[in-house]
């Protein structure tokens, strides 16, 4: 009953997390990036590809870069105001579905969430 309580209480002092979040690498994101790279660039006034530039995609609202032809799906979640922040993008990467269903990706999603967080690091360096 003392390791019930302990555990508790150490949860309540890291603010409801049992373990500090895992440090986020931008050089190991670049690597997991490479999964990516067959439908995105990531470079400033990059190309689009089968996806769009994620240039600068923190902070983007969804669906915005011009010329590039987004899902009906994708287009409608822009309209309901869908903007990509850390929290949105890691839903979306971990499963591109539950965020947009019907939409076209066609990625499986990344579970592995130091790769998760390093990948975040390396669009975050990048926008």
Same mark, same amino acid.
């Given at each position: 009953?003392?390791?019930?309580?302990?555990?508790?209480?150490?949860? $309540?002092?890291?603010? #409801?997390?049992?373990?500090? %979040? !895992?440090?986020?690498?931008? =050089?190991? /994101?670049?690597?997991?990036?490479?999964?990516?790279?067959?439908?995105?660039?990531?470079?400033?006034?990059?190309?689009?590809?089968?996806?769009?530039?994620?240039?600068?995609?923190?902070?983007?609202?969804? $669906?915005?870069?011009? #010329?590039?032809?987004?899902? %009906? !799906?994708?287009?409608?979640? =822009?309209? /309901?105001?869908?903007?990509?922040?850390?929290?949105?993008?890691?839903?979306?990467?971990?499963?591109?579905?539950?965020?947009?269903?019907?939409?076209?990706?066609?990625?499986?999603?990344?579970?592995?969430?130091?790769?998760?967080?390093?990948?975040?690091?390396?669009?975050?360096?990048?926008?």
């Amino acid at each position: 009953m003392i390791r019930v309580a302990s555990l508790a209480l150490a949860v $309540a002092m890291l603010g #409801g997390s049992a373990l500090p %979040a !895992a440090a986020q690498d931008a =050089a190991a /994101g670049q690597r997991v990036f490479n999964q990516c790279r067959a439908c995105h660039t990531v470079d400033a006034g990059g190309r689009n590809g089968v996806g769009p530039n994620l240039h600068g995609i923190i902070g983007r609202k969804a $669906a915005s870069i011009e #010329g590039f032809r987004y899902s %009906a !799906a994708m287009r409608a979640k =822009a309209e /309901g105001g869908l903007e990509w922040d850390e929290e949105t993008l890691r839903a979306y990467v971990t499963n591109p579905r539950a965020v947009v269903p019907a939409g076209s990706m066609s990625y499986p999603g990344l579970r592995n969430e130091q790769q998760l967080n390093d990948l975040l690091a390396y669009l975050k360096a990048n926008s």
